[in-house]
């Protein structure tokens, strides 16, 4: 696929999800396929998506940025020194993807308190971080 084909069919798809939460107010507001399916309007479905994809995502690239860039990749696109570097790699593979998981464990209406979100947060990220450290290679010697 060619470039201008591709961002013609992304232009298509947002003009018409943003055509799809304009008419779930007025036209569509009852009746329509979204509410025999979901329960709810077209509005309401891309919303609970967005409320799951957005959080995931962030998640995702805090994991990734944290665990899977190398040094020297991170320290040439910042452009910094090994201090800085070693407290921007602590936030990123602890702190940010902990912070995510809390907020976005914390907007499940079934969940009351923050007992279980920062457990979940917590869990979450150590068992990531207890995956990598398993997964690494083992080092040969000579």
């Known amino acids: 696929m060619t ?16 055509l799809l939460t304009v008419v779930s107010f007025n036209v569509w507001a009852e009746g329509t ?7 709810r309007s ?4 891309i919303e609970l998506l967005t409320n799951i994809f957005m959080p995931v995502g962030g998640l995702l ?17 910042l ?6 570097f070693k407290c921007w790699r602590f936030l990123v593979r602890f702190v940010s993807p902990a912070a995510v998981a809390f907020v976005f464990l ?13 457990l979940g947060a917590l869990l979450i990220v150590g068992a ?4 990598q450290r398993w997964l690494k290679k083992p080092r040969q010697t000579a």
């Open 106 to 118: 914390r907007t499940i209406p079934q969940v009351d308190g923050y007992l279980i979100p920062t």
């Open 79 to 84: 452009g910094t020194n090994i201090t800085w």
């Open 128 to 131: 990531f971080a207890a995956s």
């Open 42 to 45: 077209a509005f309401d479905v």
């Open 33 to 39: 396929i979204f509410h025999t399916l979901f329960g």
């Open 3 to 18: 470039r201008p084909q591709a961002v013609a069919i992304m232009v298509i798809a947002a003009w018409a999800m943003g």
């Open 61 to 77: 690239i805090a994991l990734f940025a944290g665990w899977a860039l190398t040094q020297s990749e991170v320290m040439k696109e």
